[in-house]
Nanobody
Framework: QVQLVESGGGSVQAGGSLRLSCAAS???????WGWFRQAPGKEREFVAA??????TYAESVQGRFTISTDNAGSPGNLQMDSLQPEDTAVYFC???????????????WGQGTQVTVSS
């Protein structure tokens, strides 16, 4: 069983930046890496995903967030710029066999890291 651990969350003011990282206890070859978030009282929502060189983003973060990997097979990191209060949520790293926006298609999940953006 592969364990995922997120890091890099914190508190910033609107307009600020954070970089989230995901560490895996094992290697997942040919797996997609995704980031999801969940705000209090809301459902978990897709943020971004990457598989090889292909990426996909939620419309709400397009142009502000960038997902990348250090090398093939490495977990995806999430650079978040121009953060807004509505980005406040717990952010989860996930990995699965398909590049998809559907959270139920991801096999492995981290415990989440809190991101708080103040106005």
């Amino acid at each position: 069983q592969v364990q995922l651990v997120e890091s890099g969350g914190g508190s910033v003011q609107a307009g600020g930046s954070l970089r989230l990282s995901c560490a895996a206890s094992g290697r997942l070859s040919n797996y997609a890496w995704g980031w999801f978030r969940q705000a209090p009282g809301k459902e978990r929502e897709f943020v971004a995903a990457i598989m090889w060189s292909r990426t996909t983003y939620a419309e709400s973060v397009q142009g502000r967030f960038t997902i990348s990997t250090d090398n093939a097979g490495s977990p995806g990191n999430l650079q978040m710029d121009s953060l807004q209060p509505e980005d406040t949520a717990v952010y989860f790293c996930a990995s699965g066999p398909f590049l998809t926006r559907s959270w139920d298609q991801y096999t492995y999940w981290g415990q989440g890291t809190q991101v708080t953006v103040s106005s």
